[in-house]
């Protein structure tokens, strides 16, 4: 049943088709940068695909043909039953001419899109991006900064002072240059640059108001002089006769601008711009003003970088980083970042974050282990240590444990005390000491002297200490 009708209702269920696979896409929850890039990519492929098929509704339902009109009245009309008789005739002779002819359901596309998808997509993903900008993270201005550079009287800054100031028209970028061939070649590489970047990176985002918006805002605020860098244009006279498009710039004085007509400068400008036409009077009025095009491109570009500030912000940082690195660091970032994409697409980075908003330790399975265990084995109690640096040890157990460990005796090597038994439980370093000197002294008085305590027996039995046996037996009385 190929007739207008039907296509219609065709294309109806088509966009509703569409809306759901949208919706699908929404519902997922994407783990990583790339995927939640995949996914957008994908909606905005459906949704440029409702605007196609709505505007071909559009078209049917507007019948400038009249074909549909005629359809409906042969099928409401005094003959509908033969109308629908004929159209069951041509169904039937079709099925009978292909009686084995295969029919896909349209529900079937977005199933095959769902199973195979993917692997296209993250292709058609790679072929995007550069290496530098990492899917969308961050910008590649490497080219901009070397046409930057080349430009005259600019100020020569490195790649990260040019990431932080492009944008700045009005100081950055002197007046001398903005007339020049070479800078308005420069502003359209840069708009066309952010423009890509901005559909690659943010496939979503509406830049068409964007773009509506600063061509409005521009429009009002030019005659008046509040567009930046462009403020003196509220001095100048409105006076078409006296402004000249070749040079673009606008006079006060007839005289002057008579003048100026007949000037070398004027002629070469008006050579250079293939305006031989318009050179004897040298004016087509500010209505045509050049310096309101370069104007434009310049708020344009300021508008794409404030929809950009977030990845503009990671770009420097990325930047900075990046310059303090070595080259052998390097080489083993790059290595390290196809490891991580890799590891992103592994099943291991599908699971799901950790909730652990006690911060309890985590178990042999890498989960946080039950509370009442954590409570059971005083994990919340805190031990602070300040021989070992002040070191806090979680728990009873662990605090018990760390007597012996490296820490502990390391910290008290440095005090120059043993690590006995004695000092365990002693946790603060003035008690360590005290008792260090106390333990000195109780193990001076307690040393063996040979003089008074060895002890010797004279031939009656009586008992002397070995001094006073020997002063004895000296004076001859033993």
């Known amino acids: 049943m190929n007739n207008l009708i039907e296509r219609q209702r065709g294309i109806h269920e088509e966009i509703e088709r569409l809306e759901q696979a949208i919706v699908d896409q929404f519902m997922e929850d994407p783990k990583t940068h790339r995927d939640r890039l995949r996914n957008e990519h ?3 492929k459906f949704l440029t695909r409702i605007a196609d098929k709505s505007n071909e509704l559009y078209d049917m339902y507007e019948d400038k043909d009249g074909l549909r009109q005629s359809e409906i009245e042969a099928l409401s009309g005094s003959s509908e039953f033969s109308e629908f008789y004929e159209r069951l005739r041509v169904i039937k002779d079709h099925h009978r001419k292909y009686p084995n002819e295969p029919v896909e359901p349209p529900e079937m596309e977005f199933i095959y899109m769902n199973q195979n998808g993917d692997d296209g997509e993250e292709d058609e993903l790679e072929k995007k991006f550069s290496g530098e900008e990492s899917y969308g993270r961050y910008l590649d201005f490497n080219a901009l900064h070397g046409e930057y550079i080349n430009l005259k009287a600019v100020k020569k800054m490195d790649y990260l002072q040019y990431l932080n100031e492009f944008d700045d028209f009005a100081k950055v970028y002197p007046k001398s240059i903005k007339t020049s061939p070479e800078y308005k070649a420069y502003l359209d590489h840069m708009s066309e640059y952010l423009y890509s970047f901005f559909r690659r990176a943010k496939p979503l985002f509406d830049l068409t108001e964007m773009e509506e918006k600063a061509k409005k805002e521009l429009e009002e605020n030019w005659q008046q002089g509040k567009v930046a860098g462009w403020e003196e244009i509220a001095n100048e006279t409105s006076d078409p006769g006296l402004y000249c498009n070749a040079c673009q710039k606008q006079f006060t004085k007839e005289t002057v601008y008579n ?7 004027h002629i070469n400008n008006v050579k ?3 305006d031989e036409a318009n050179g004897s009077s040298g004016n087509s009025g500010p209505k045509n003003d050049r310096r309101m095009d370069i104007a434009e491109k310049e708020l344009l570009i300021r508008k794409y970088t404030e929809g950009l500030s977030d990845i503009r912000e990671e770009t420097k940082a990325n930047v900075e980083r990046k310059q303090a690195l070595t080259d052998k660091e390097r080489t083993l970032e790059q290595d390290q970042e196809e490891i991580d994409l890799a590891e992103q697409e592994s099943d291991d980075d599908d699971e799901d974050r950790i909730y652990n908003p006690l911060k309890l330790p985590l178990g042999w399975d890498g989960k946080p282990i039950p509370y009442w265990l954590y409570k059971l084995h005083g994990l919340g109690v805190e031990y602070p240590c300040e021989i070992c640096g002040n070191y806090v040890y979680m728990g009873r157990k662990a605090f018990d444990k760390h007597f012996q460990e490296w820490r502990h005796a390391h910290g008290m090597r440095c005090l120059g005390i043993p690590n006995t038994r004695h000092f365990h439980e ?10 260090y000197e106390k333990l000195k002294k109780e193990n001076a008085a307690e040393d063996f002297v040979a003089d008074s305590m060895e002890e010797f027996e004279d031939d009656e039995g009586n008992v002397f200490n070995r001094k006073t046996y020997e002063d004895l037996r000296r004076q001859g009385i033993l």
């Open 42 to 44: 994908v909606v905005d």
């Open 259 to 265: 003048a100026h007509l007949q000037g070398k400068k």
């Open 272 to 274: 250079k711009a293939g």
């Open 426 to 435: 002693i946790t603060k370093i003035d008690d360590a000491y005290a008792l």
